[in-house]
Structure formats: C-alpha cells, structure tokens
C-alpha cells in the first residue's frame, strides 16, 4: 500500500467535506451566536482545516505519482477516508456536550454518513438546530458518496480517480453516463440537486418550516432516516408523508436511469430488470400489508401506513408513521427481509441491492438446471446481457460475507448485551443495510442509546462495511494490506 499517497487523497477529500460544517454553524449562530454548539462547530472546522493543512504538507505527492494507485490503494483510501471523516464529524456533538460519549457522538455521525439512520437519542425534538442540521446533512453527503463529491468538485488525476470511484460504488456495476469521470460525477450530483430541490419545495409549500423541509429533504432522497420529530413523519400530515414516500421511492432508483430519462429515453427505465423488479416488489408487498393491516385493524390509514413503510423499509431509509414492531409477525418477517435485501444498486439505498437478490435466483436456477441436465448450456442473463462466471462468483461470494458478518454480528450484540435473538439479528441487519430501526428492543419508536459501548462499535463497523460494500473496509483488516 502506497501510504503517502492515500494519505494525501484523504487530505484532499477532508478539504472538500470541512467546507460542508459551515452550513449547521449558520443555524447554530442565527439562534444563539456565543452557544456551546456554535463554538463546537467553529472548532470542528479549525481542526478540519489543520488536517487538511498538515496532510497536504506532510503527504504531498505530485500529480505523475498519483498514477502509482492500484486497487489495493483505493480501497484502503476509501474505507480509511470514511472512518477518519466519521471521528472528525462527531466533533460537534462531543464537543456540544449533547451526547453521554464519544462513541455515541461516532455512533450518530456513522448513522447519519452511511445514511442508516440509527439513533442513540430518545428525544430528538430538544436538541439544538445546529446539531439537527448536521445529522440531516450528513446523510446528503453520504447519500450519492463522499469521493463522488470529492470528484465532482476538485481536478481529478487520471485513471486513479475511477479507482477510487468503484471503491465506494453502490452495487455490482461503475457504469458511466459519459467517459469522463469528472463529468460523469457532475451529471450524477446534478440529479441527486435537482431531485432534492424538487422534494423541498413539495415539503415547504406543504406546510413545513424551511428548517424541517431541508433535514426531511437530506433523509428521503439520500435514504437516510434522521428526522426532526420523536414521532418521525408520523408527526405530520398525510400529503406530507405521500410526499417523502414518493421521495424515497425515487431515492431508491438507480441513479444512471435518470440521466436517460433527462435524454428523453423513458423507455430505457421499463428495459431495466432491476428497475422493474424493484417498482413490481414495492406495489406487490405494499397491496400485501394492506390487506393484513385492514384485516387486523391494526392501522386508521392502512393504505398508507402500508406504502409508507414498505418503501422506507425497502429503500432502507428507515422513517415511519407508525410503530410497525406492533404488527402481525408475517409482515414483521417481511420487513426484516426487505431491510436485507434493500432497493437498486446506484441508488442511495442500501442492503443487498435487488440486482443481486436477482441474480442470486437465477444463478440458482442456473445450478438445479445444470445438475438435471448436466450438458445443457444455461446462460445467466441480465438485461439482455450474459452475466460472467466472475461477476457471479463475486455475487455470491458478497451474499456469503454478509451472511457471516451478520451472524457475527448478532452473536456479538448478543454476548455483549445479553440481549434476545430478535433484536440482535434485526440490529445487525438493520445496520449493514443502512436501514436505521429494528425490531423489538431496537424497534422504530425506540433507540440504540441503552446498548453498551461495545455492541455501539460493532454496529458502528456493521454500518461503514455495508455501506462500502464490505471489501474497502475487510481490506483494512489483512496484513497484506499494509505492506508495500
């Protein structure tokens, strides 16, 4: 591994990130200018910038020797980048003395980054704006990628760059809309604006305060889940909560589908299998937990509790209008597989991806097909094109890791905390999927605050594998990394 080098990406990309921190400090010093929280920013920031200042003189390394990174390098430098960002943007919060520890305050910003959506506060609703603010804008951030940003704004260095580009890519495929990456990360943060601002506008003019509008805005198109309310949108009106759910809905899209779509080319939308499997999964499930819920009387507004929270489960976003751990155990079991699998890849979501829950069956199919009729030729297809051994290979070998790290996960929490089966597995799902709420102890009415400080960094590390795909933070782990 080319340390110096990684160690100057990261510099470059805090650089980037720390411009961010002066948003939450305008709402901290428009409500109070001399506040604790105004200061843990002002610092926050100052310390940001003496990274940055020391890594580029410390680190320094010219534009020719940028070449020199392999994927080996990306990969550290993407999973190295994420943790480092997570310390420093938890900054505001220890500092604001709004959380009981710094892992809490890691715990809170990890959530809010790898937009999952966990929470450690039980009221939400009395802490500062600033501090709101930055939970919110942490899943923006977060939503479309720290190093797509990073590429968008700053000069790229060549084909290094894309390496670090698949580092945090969401899913299985790095498709680009046109062959520059730079340009490429423009058009995709263009869209990610455009939809965003669409949201806000639909939010305010319905009703909700600039305030809320923007942080509610931040959590839906980026899937996040932090709101403003204890009660989360159940605290608002129901065109407000059609709006967010259709937000999510669309945060859950493969992000390259909508450059098509601005080309004029709608058909390419209903071409792709991902995208048709996912809008099928969503009306099908969501006329499923209609009927239970109408059936039980478990819910006033059963079409719309039902929608709301099959999309936000399935997006992985993780708000909700009701307390749906109080539901039949069928739907319950539905939504603990939903929060695996979530929604497409190159989307906001996270979990599994649809793409590969697809393939996964098909590759099966493949497999019964090929043990029947042992000459037979049965290729895997994925929109019209023949999916490779080594693509299939990778699938299954990414299921095989989740599984384990989920299992690990859940026996951790389990032997740290005591705590039952339900809410360790659905604790572990929950944050490898950047879904946010769990079941029964974790459920979405309640919080992670009570866990140890150990169960806290298990989760913390269960939220930043999965939302990188688990290989640029395993990579961290190996000894071979390290060396030269």
Known sequence: MHKKLIFYIISRIFLVVSFFLFLPLAWA??????????????????????LVAVGRSLFFVKKINLQAMNTKDALGAVGM????????????????????????????????????????????????????????????????????????????????????????????????????????????????????????????????????ALCHTFGSIATGGFSTKNASLGAYSPYLQWVIAVAMFLGGINFLLYYWLFLGKPLSLFRDEEFKAYAGWVLFFSATFVFVLWRSNLSAAPVRDAVFQVISIVTTTGFFTADFDLWPDILRGLLLFFMSVGACAGSTSGGLKIVRLVLTAKI??????????????????????????????????????CVFLILLGTLLLIIFDSTDILTAVSSAVSAISSVGPGLAKTGPVLNYGWMSVPSKWVLIFLMIAGRLELYAVLILFSPATWKK
């Open 364 to 401: 099966g199919i493949q497999s019964v097909t090929k043990a029947i009729f042992p000459n037979a030729v049965v290729p895997v297809r994925f929109n019209r094109a023949t999916v490779s051994e080594k693509v299939a290979l990778s699938i299954l070998t990414y299921f095989s890791l």
């Open 81 to 212: 980048v994420w943790i480092f960002l997570s310390i420093w943007g938890a900054l505001p919060l220890w500092l604001s003395d709004v959380v009981p520890s710094f892992t809490d305050a890691v715990f809170e910003v990890v959530s809010g980054f790898t937009t999952t959506g966990s929470s450690i506060f039980s009221n939400v609703e009395i802490l500062p704006r600033g501090i709101l603010f930055w939970r919110s804008l942490t899943h923006w951030i977060g939503g479309m990628g720290i190093v797509v940003l990073y590429v968008a704004l700053l000069p790229a260095f060549g084909g290094s760059t894309y390496q670090l580009y698949k580092a945090e890519a969401s899913g299985i495929s790095t498709d680009r809309v046109v062959p520059r990456l730079k340009e490429n990360a423009k058009i995709l943060w263009i869209i990610y604006v455009f939809l965003s601002s669409v949201c806000f506008l639909f939010l305010f003019f319905g009703g909700m305060s600039v305030f809320d």
């Open 29 to 50: 010093a428009h409500d109070d200018l001399y506040s604790v929280e105004t200061n843990a920013f002002v610092v926050a920031i100052l310390v940001g910038f003496l």
